[in-house]
C-alpha cells in the first residue's frame, strides 16, 4: 500500500483553487489504487513546530557532532518529529499558491523545519550536500492569481517553481510532475484555464502511484 502526503500550504479551504486542484487529483488516485493511504497535512493546523533559537542552536549542536540540551534538545525532538511525518511517505502531493511571487510563509517554516542533517541531508565537507529522501516522487499543484507563463514583469515574476522544485531535488526527490493553474483571477478566461487544469490534475493523479509502482 502506497502512502500519500498531501502537503497543503493555502489556509483558504474552500475557496482555495490549489485545494480544489488537489481534490481533484486525489479523486483520481483513489479510483486507481483504492488502498491509497493519504495523510493530509494542513500547514495551518498548528501543528508545524516553529523553527526559533533553540532549534538553530540545535542544528548548530549536531554539525559540530554534539547532542543538544535543555530548551535546543526539545526544539530538536520536534523537527525530528515533523521530519519523521514527512519522511513516512512513499510519494508527495503539494498545493502550492504563489505568495507575492514565491511560496507561502508557511511552507518556507515546514521547509526549514525539516531541512536537517542526518535528516533531509547529508554533508561532506569535500563533497557537500547529499539528498537522502531518494527513491520518492512528488506532484506539485500550483497556483497564482496574477502571474502567469509570458506575462510582462508589471505582472511579477516566477520565484516559486524554481525554488520550491529545486529544494525537492536538493533533497534527493528527483521525480517531479506539476500542474499549474496561473493565473486565475487576472485573465480574461479564469473558467477555461481551470477546466485545463483540472483535466490535468485528474491525469496526472490517475496515473501517479500507478507510474510510481511500475
Request: aromatic share 12%; no cysteine; hydrophobic share 45%.
Amino acid at each position: 500500500m502506497t502512502t500519500l502526503l498531501h502537503v497543503s500550504a493555502s489556509p483558504r479551504r474552500q475557496d482555495s483553487e490549489s485545494l480544489a486542484l488537489a481534490e481533484t487529483f486525489l479523486e483520481s488516485a483513489r479510483r486507481a489504487e483504492p488502498g491509497l493511504a493519504v495523510d493530509h497535512w494542513d500547514l495551518w493546523d498548528g501543528t508545524l513546530p516553529p523553527f526559533g533559537p533553540e532549534a538553530v542552536a540545535a542544528k548548530m549542536a549536531v554539525f559540530a557532532g554534539a547532542d543538544p540540551e535543555g530548551d535546543a534538545a526539545v526544539a530538536w525532538r520536534r523537527a525530528r518529529e515533523a521530519f519523521e511525518r514527512f519522511a513516512a511517505a512513499d510519494a508527495y502531493l503539494f498545493s502550492v499558491p504563489m505568495w507575492n511571487h514565491t511560496v507561502p510563509y508557511i511552507l518556507k517554516q515546514l521547509i526549514d523545519v525539516v531541512s536537517q542533517p542526518g535528516m533531509v541531508f547529508g554533508f561532506d565537507p569535500d563533497e557537500g550536500y547529499t539528498g537522502l529522501l531518494t527513491g520518492r516522487r512528488a506532484a506539485v499543484l500550483y497556483t497564482g492569481a496574477v502571474w502567469g507563463p509570458g506575462r510582462p514583469p508589471a505582472f511579477g515574476e516566477d520565484h516559486l517553481s524554481g525554488y520550491f522544485e529545486g529544494w525537492l531535488r536538493w533533497a534527493g526527490i528527483t521525480d517531479i510532475d506539476r500542474v499549474s493553474f496561473q493565473p486565475n483571477l487576472a485573465t480574461a478566461d479564469a473558467a477555461g484555464a481551470r477546466e485545463v487544469a483540472h483535466r490535468q490534475a485528474a491525469e496526472l493523479g490517475g496515473g501517479f502511484v500507478a507510474s510510481r509502482a511500475a
